[in-house]
């Protein structure tokens, strides 16, 4: 490790703190002729909750907040990720605002469209600091517009927020699986059409089951698209878990949200028992928590999330749970299925899984019998197809 005895070169200061990202807000206000001023920032922060108080640190240089300083008071917008032409427009000096969206705020301060939120605030007080000076704001109101990813700064790039836990998906691995399920596409199609549904096949990559080709019945159209990712968490991809290997199918359960049930994890281990012996898995739908979770699988493949959507999403896919507990079939009932899935192996190990869904409603014991076969039957076939596939590399 580096120490630093003696002074200190500025360049070294820079780099050193160049390692520390920041997020970016823009400062907005009306100077006291009445002109909209912005600058963007990096060093907002929230300091005090009693009294309410946030900071930021110009310049003592700064010719913007020589003009911001003479308003009453001022707006700091939260830049969402998709807004770096704004940070890039509002750090320069004098920079207008034609051609951007904004409105007025009653506290007098112009407020940008699109940002994630506004905190307005009047100067509580204006400290120098060396070079700069740190102003506090004394917080009047505040708002979250858009719960996305905030835009960040970090050596001179701009950048988003990313789960660490969540997989950035390899492009590599993905077309690779693209192009082994073509060898079965066929195979899809057939039950695809014997059904009436969509028939889908999903991969481990990374650690999201994503959707690496669909097979459509006449009349139904794709729910998802290729490259679709559902979270490899309980109770989603239990086919998938019950044929992945013991350590995996271990690591699958660890993930379940529910961990402070006590019987729940009994319960998820019998039905991949039960999956691992049948050789299928199924799932009833049910009103709640279906659009809920269409629209947390949705928001979950289309990536970007925040932490909080994240915990939303996991909260709603723990409550699918019950969809997946086993049910006897009887005689003169009818069931709505959500999906029916089955595996696609080689050497003993489990590839893809097809899936059906968007299967008709009201399907009646027989119907649904039918059904889980000619998916079996069709995995079976794909399993087959796929050996040849690898065999003619
Ligand atoms: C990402 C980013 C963060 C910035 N953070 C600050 C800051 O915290 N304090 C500051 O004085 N200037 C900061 N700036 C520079 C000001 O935006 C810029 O100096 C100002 O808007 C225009 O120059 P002027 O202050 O001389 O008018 C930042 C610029 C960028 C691009």
Same mark, same amino acid.
Request: aromatic letters at 8%; charged letters at 20%; one cysteine or more.
């Given at each position: 490790?580096?120490?630093?005895?003696?002074?200190?070169?500025?360049?070294?200061?820079?780099?050193?703190?160049?390692?520390?990202?920041?997020?970016?807000?823009?400062?907005?206000?009306?100077?006291?002729?009445?002109?909209?001023?912005?600058?963007?920032?990096?060093?907002?922060?929230?300091?005090?909750?009693?009294?309410?108080?946030?900071?930021?640190?110009?310049?003592?240089?700064? &010719?913007?907040?020589?003009?911001?300083?003479?308003?009453?008071?001022?707006?700091?917008?939260?830049?969402?990720?998709?807004?770096?032409?704004?940070?890039?427009?509002?750090?320069?000096?004098?920079?207008?605002?034609?051609?951007?969206?904004?409105?007025?705020?009653?506290?007098?301060?112009?407020?940008?469209?699109?940002?994630?939120?506004?905190? #307005?605030?009047?100067?509580?007080?204006?400290?120098?600091?060396?070079? #700069?000076?740190?102003?506090?704001?004394?917080?009047?109101?505040?708002?979250?517009?858009?719960?996305?990813?905030?835009?960040?700064?970090?050596?001179?790039?701009?950048?988003?927020?990313?789960?660490?836990?969540? !997989?950035?998906?390899?492009? $590599?691995?993905?077309?690779?699986?693209?192009?082994?399920?073509?060898?079965?596409?066929?195979?899809?199609?057939?039950?695809?059409?014997?059904? $009436?549904?969509?028939?889908?096949?999903?991969?481990?990559?990374?650690?999201?089951?994503?959707?690496?080709?669909?097979?459509?019945?006449?009349?139904?159209?794709?729910?998802?698209?290729?490259?679709?990712?559902?979270?490899?968490?309980?109770?989603?991809?239990?086919?998938?878990?019950?044929?992945?290997?013991?350590?995996?199918?271990?690591?699958?359960?660890?993930?379940?949200?529910?961990?402070?049930?006590?019987?729940?994890?009994?319960?998820?281990?019998?039905?991949?028992?039960?999956?691992?012996?049948?050789?299928?898995?199924?799932?009833?739908?049910?009103?709640?928590?279906?659009?809920?979770?269409? !629209?947390?699988?949705?928001?979950?493949?289309?990536? !970007?999330?925040?932490?909080?959507?994240?915990?939303?999403?996991?909260?709603?896919? &723990?409550?699918?749970?019950?969809?997946?507990?086993?049910?006897?079939?009887?005689?003169?009932?009818?069931?709505?299925?959500?999906?029916?899935?089955?595996?696609?192996?080689?050497?003993?190990?489990?590839?893809?899984?097809?899936?059906?869904?968007?299967?008709?409603?009201?399907?009646?014991?027989?119907?649904?019998?039918?059904?889980?076969?000619?998916?079996?039957?069709?995995?079976?076939?794909?399993?087959?197809?796929?050996?040849?596939?690898?065999?003619?590399?």
């Amino acid at each position: 490790m580096d120490r630093d005895d003696h002074v200190i070169d500025p360049a070294r200061f820079r780099q050193v703190l160049g390692h520390y990202p920041t997020g970016v807000v823009v400062i907005t206000a009306m100077t006291s002729d009445g002109t909209a001023m912005g600058m963007t920032v990096g060093s907002f922060s929230s300091v005090s909750l009693d009294p309410m108080l946030v900071s930021f640190m110009p310049t003592a240089a700064s &010719r913007s907040f020589a003009a911001l300083r003479t308003a009453t008071s001022f707006c700091v917008n939260v830049l969402a990720a998709d807004q770096e032409i704004l940070a890039r427009r509002f750090a320069r000096s004098g920079a207008s605002f034609d051609g951007v969206a904004w409105s007025l705020a009653d506290t007098g301060a112009p407020v940008l469209e699109g940002t994630v939120a506004s905190i #307005h605030c009047t100067f509580d007080s204006v400290l120098e600091a060396g070079d #700069h000076y740190v102003v506090l704001g004394a917080v009047q109101s505040l708002d979250v517009h858009r719960p996305v990813s905030p835009l960040l700064f970090f050596q001179g790039g701009y950048g988003k927020f990313s789960i660490a836990s969540v !997989d950035d998906h390899s492009p $590599g691995e993905m077309i690779e699986s693209v192009h082994l399920a073509e060898s079965f596409r066929a195979d899809m199609q057939d039950v695809a059409d014997a059904v $009436g549904a969509e028939c889908s096949a999903l991969t481990l990559v990374g650690s999201d089951l994503t959707v690496v080709s669909t097979a459509l019945a006449d009349g139904v159209t794709a729910q998802g698209n290729l490259g679709s990712r559902i979270p490899y968490i309980p109770p989603l991809g239990e086919m998938y878990a019950a044929l992945d290997t013991p350590e995996a199918a271990e690591r699958w359960l660890g993930r379940a949200p529910a961990l402070e049930d006590e019987g729940v994890m009994e319960r998820y281990r019998r039905r991949l028992a039960l999956a691992r012996e049948r050789g299928w898995s199924m799932s009833f739908a049910g009103e709640y928590p279906d659009v809920a979770l269409v !629209d947390a699988l949705r928001d979950y493949s289309g990536g !970007d999330l925040t932490p909080v959507r994240l915990a939303e999403i996991r909260e709603v896919i &723990r409550s699918a749970n019950r969809y997946y507990e086993h049910r006897d079939l009887v005689d003169g009932e009818r069931y709505d299925i959500t999906s029916i899935v089955a595996p696609v192996m080689h050497d003993r190990d489990i590839q893809f899984v097809l899936r059906l869904r968007q299967l008709p409603r009201q399907a009646t014991p027989d119907q649904l019998t039918a059904w889980i076969d000619a998916l079996t039957d069709a995995a079976a076939k794909a399993s087959q197809s796929l050996a040849n596939a690898l065999k003619c590399r």
